[in-house]
């Protein structure tokens, strides 16, 4: 397993983080097969969508704060919403690796979701392997 930092400035965003999961496959030597990739925080997840235009990033995080209810919350902390939001969208994804990049669509990448920043986040890279490098 693979840990990278992800530092986020700002309470709620999307951090592209697929150059990082690249790289982090190219250093582990990995070709072909699967990834895991996992967040260990409970207000915070991972998706994938388009990295070509920021607006959509900008609209899907607005669409994320209306989709949570205006309810009263009991934890204490305050972020609850953020809680219920990394539930929603998921603390991992399972992707394809082709010649040691991510399998992906066209305009597709892979985003770290912060929901309750700024923080330092730790993101799990777990290879798996299914058809090792011959030399």
Not at 10 to 37: F, P
Not at 76 to 94: C, F, I, Q, R, W
Request: charge should be negative; proline fraction near 7%; aromatic fraction near 6%.
């Amino acid at each position: 397993m693979i840990e990278l930092e992800v530092r986020t400035t700002s309470h709620r965003e999307l951090v592209d983080v697929t150059a990082a999961v690249n790289g982090a496959l190219a250093e582990a030597g990995v070709r072909d097969g699967l990834v895991h990739l996992f967040v260990p925080h409970t207000t915070a997840a991972l998706i994938v969508n388009e990295n070509a235009d920021p607006d959509v990033g900008r609209d899907l995080l607005a669409s994320y704060a209306e989709l949570v209810p205006k309810i009263r919350f009991a934890h204490a902390e305050g972020n609850s919403p953020a809680h219920l939001m990394s539930t929603v969208l998921g603390p991992d994804l399972l992707l394809p690796v082709s010649g040691g990049r991510l399998r992906l669509g066209t305009w597709q990448g892979v985003f770290f979701v912060e929901l309750d920043g700024p923080r330092r986040r730790r993101l799990w890279v777990t290879p798996n392997v299914t058809r090792p490098e011959v030399d």
